[in-house]
Antibody, heavy 121, light 112 residues
Framework: EVQVVESGGGLVQAGRSLRLSCVASGFSFDDYAMHWVRQAPGKGLEWVSGINWSSGRTGYADSVKGRFTISRDNAKNSLYLQMKSLRAEDTALYYC??????????????WGQGTLVTVSS | DIVMTQSPLSLPVTPGEPASISCRSSQSLLQSDGYNYLDWYVQKPGQSPQLLIYLGSIGASGVPDRFSGSGSGTDFTLKISRVEAEDVGVYYCMQALQTPLTFGQGTRLQIK
């Protein structure tokens, strides 16, 4: 079964850091781009960041550029999101999502259950 | 950034009736390869989003054929031929042409 499982969320003070992880199984992880998408409470979906299959290309939303860093370890079938200088507006459920392509294309055909990040001001 | 605009934002539908959601992009999503880089997702209550349609009109694996995507350039439509109770949820379009990838505001489909 193709699945991704997020972890690492929690309650953190504004200005602090947090690192999210996503472990994949059921597919060849190093053949696909991966992404983080978030959803603030009661709000819509917001793409946060994506990384291609080889880590050769990354992309970020303007709202997190310079503060968040996406990375992956293909040997561990794992995706990461290092979040620094957290703000109250970063409070959200963070989803890990698998792309259907090697490059950053979108087409998220597998989503995790999400990990909740709450930033207190 | 590409802005995605959906309408309507709320859609009450009687079971068995058709439904249609519109999505417009601030710039063309049609690439030189002939594909429109537009996805449709649904988020059912209490669940993670799931992919319905990609590249404008291709149904994702396991998606019932009552769901179809159409359109090109900047105007797109998701159609449900006959709505069922299990289709309740929020529907999002998303442009996959360029980063930052951007979603529409979402359309909440409710059963009358």
């Amino acid at each position: 079964e193709v699945q991704v499982v997020e972890s690492g969320g929690g309650l953190v003070q504004a200005g602090r850091s947090l690192r999210l992880s996503c472990v994949a199984s059921g597919f060849s992880f190093d053949d696909y781009a991966m992404h983080w998408v978030r959803q603030a409470p009661g709000k819509g979906l917001e793409w946060v960041s994506g990384i291609n299959w080889s880590s050769g290309r990354t992309g970020y939303a303007d709202s997190v550029k310079g503060r968040f860093t996406i990375s992956r370890d293909n040997a561990k079938n794992s995706l990461y999101l290092q979040m620094k200088s957290l703000r109250a507006e970063d409070t959200a459920l963070y989803y890990c999502a698998k792309d259907m392509a090697r490059g950053i294309r979108g087409d998220f055909d597998c989503w995790g259950q999400g990990t909740l990040v709450t930033v207190s001001s | 950034d590409i802005v995605m605009t959906q309408s309507p934002l709320s859609l009450p539908v009687t079971p068995g009736e058709p439904a249609s959601i519109s999505c417009r992009s601030s710039q063309s999503l049609l690439q030189s390869d002939g594909y429109n880089y537009l996805d449709w997702y649904v988020q059912k209550p209490g669940q993670s989003p799931q992919l319905l349609i990609y590249l404008g009109s291709i149904g994702a694996s396991g998606v019932p054929d009552r769901f179809s995507g159409s359109g090109s350039g900047t105007d797109f439509t998701l159609k449900i031929s006959r709505v069922e109770a299990e289709d309740v949820g929020v529907y999002y379009c998303m442009q996959a042409l360029q980063t930052p990838l951007t979603f529409g505001q979402g359309t909440r489909l409710q059963i009358k």
